[in-house]
């Protein structure tokens, strides 16, 4: 281990492993270190799942105006996540200035844009399969609709950190790898 904190860390981890040996062995603020170690994950965390997010917005919102127009919600959208995201602003905007109401297309989840990439397979195809199929996923066994199950994993990892949950380090570098394959790859597309 290297750094300044290099040696608080080495110590830490030697009275941790003493303490799951020897529960009476509780030297003082471990138990806080413990807690602050557990969730050293959740801020970048946080700021990955926000940055994906904005870019899913931004990005499936696009190709639909692209491939549908000005009708691009009421064709591009299933209907049932129509209805749902419709309410959802209707209640937020009971609540909000004028000038900063809500769209429905602002109510929408990460799982949701699993539901309106995948209404059918011609569609998923047509206006998202080369985007958002994972490298590595191409084949995948399954069907079809198995390719976006990372916006899956995606949403259950936001639930986690947005209800105050620990991140692992592995969510944590699944999050690392979306964001380098759609964010950092897209920008290196734009240049």
């Known amino acids: 281990m290297y750094g300044s904190g290099a040696s608080t860390k080495y110590w830490r981890r030697l009275q941790q492993a003493i303490n799951s040996a020897r529960p009476d062995f509780n ?6 270190w413990l807690e602050d170690e557990a969730k050293q994950y959740n801020q970048e965390a946080q700021d ?23 009708s691009w919600f009421k064709e591009g959208v299933p209907r049932k996540l129509q209805i749902e995201t419709s309410k959802l602003a209707a209640e937020r905007n009971v609540d909000r200035p004028v000038d900063d109401q809500l769209e429905p297309w602002d109510c929408l989840y990460i799982v949701d844009y699993q539901a309106v990439m995948t209404p059918t397979q011609e569609f998923w195809k047509r206006l998202f399969e080369k985007r958002y199929t994972r490298p590595g996923d191409e084949n995948k066994s399954g069907s079809w609709r198995a390719r976006t199950g ?15 949950r620990t991140v692992s ?23």
């Not at 799942?49 to 000005?70: A, H, M, Y």
């Not at 380090?169 to 240049?191: M, P, Y």
Request: hydrophobic residues 35%; negative net charge; glycine residues 4%.
């Open 150 to 164: 990372w916006l899956q994993q995606l949403n259950d990892v936001r639930n986690d950190v947005f209800h105050g």
């Open 27 to 32: 030297p003082p603020k471990l138990a806080e």
């Open 169 to 191: 380090e592995e969510r944590h570098s699944f999050l690392v790898t979306l964001t380098a394959w759609l964010i950092k790859g897209q920008e290196d597309n734009d240049l």
């Open 48 to 70: 990955m799942i926000t940055e994906l997010e904005k870019f899913l917005k931004t990005d499936v919102r696009s190709r639909l105006e692209n491939e549908c127009g000005v």
